[in-house]
């Protein structure tokens, strides 16, 4: 669809993919907040921040198809099929996922539905948790004398399995995970076998954002122990790498987020 056409096509229902950020309201991109604002139904996901919902007309009307990891979840199927349906009456729909749509969102999934069915889409994009909540701590995803880049991973794959921890232990890279609290012992026990030091620097953010955010920062030895402590629940994004201990230093110059300061931990490794 013509970005000018908005979310809707001369005559017909059009869907808008929405990525609504991490959680804070001002963190919602200005597109995202005009397509909002033209909007006749919202079907919105548990894990947009309510500040967001603030950019939905009065009259439009908001359907909660509510998706949170490890809890009970609207099914798939029916979300697709809400969509359609509104779309089909002519409405302007908005799909609006946390974070960016098309990342571990199921926003593809919607996409070739849509597509499919022969209904006109746009995706505007997010700011995805995963780069943009450790940033609240100073915690640079990828730094050229840490580490050669960022494997974004969910902490569960279908059927109820797990990624290769082992096998993500040795890319290199800054490793984040999504919705991966609840298995925090086996990934941390994982990267471990893999070959990751005991000291590697790691961090859970909860409530990423948000003015209840919270984090534990520690290493892989401790992460487990220092998070239960803390008492941290879902949703949590998990950090891991030699970046992490860069939090330290964004704590003694007080960037927001880190004020109350992270664990010391061991010297990061630098690259060549």
């Not at 894990?47 to 198809?65: F, T």
């Not at 990934?187 to 948000?210: D, E, K, N, S, Y």
């Not at 110059?253 to 109350?260: E, I, L, S």
Request: some cysteine.
């Amino acid at each position: 669809m013509a970005q000018k056409q908005g979310i809707r096509a001369a005559g017909t229902g059009g869907v808008c993919l929405i990525g609504a950020g991490p959680g804070a309201g001002d963190l919602l991109t200005l597109r995202g907040a005009q397509r909002l604002g033209q909007a006749e139904v919202v079907l919105v996901d548990e894990l947009v921040g309510s500040e967001v919902l603030d950019y939905v007309p009065a009259h439009a009307r908001i359907v909660r198809v509510g998706k949170r990891g490890g809890g009970k979840a609207t099914p798939q199927d029916f979300i697709q099929r809400l969509m359609l349906r509104y779309a089909r009456q002519g409405r302007r729909v908005v799909r609006l996922k946390g974070g960016d749509p098309l990342v571990f969102g199921r926003g593809g999934e919607e996409l070739a539905f849509l597509g499919q069915q022969g209904i006109p889409v746009e995706v505007v994009p997010g700011i995805s948790s995963g780069l943009a909540v450790p940033a609240t701590l100073g915690i640079p995803v990828t730094h050229r004398h840490y580490c050669h880049g960022v494997t974004l991973v969910t902490g569960h794959t279908r059927e109820n399995g797990e990624p290769d921890w082992a096998a993500l232990a040795k890319t290199g890279t800054t490793l984040v995970i999504y919705m991966g609290l609840s298995r925090l012992p086996s990934i941390c026990q994982g990267l471990l076998a893999g070959g990751l030091p005991f000291q590697t620097p790691a961090a859970v953010i909860a409530q990423g954002t948000l003015p209840g955010q919270r984090q534990v920062i520690g290493s892989l030895a401790d992460l487990e122990a220092r998070v239960n402590a803390a008492g941290l629940l879902a949703p949590a994004l998990i950090v891991v790498g030699d970046v992490v201990g860069l939090a330290w230093q964004a704590a003694i110059a007080g960037t927001p987020g880190a004020k109350d300061g992270p664990a010391p931990l061991c010297p990061q490794r630098r690259v060549a």
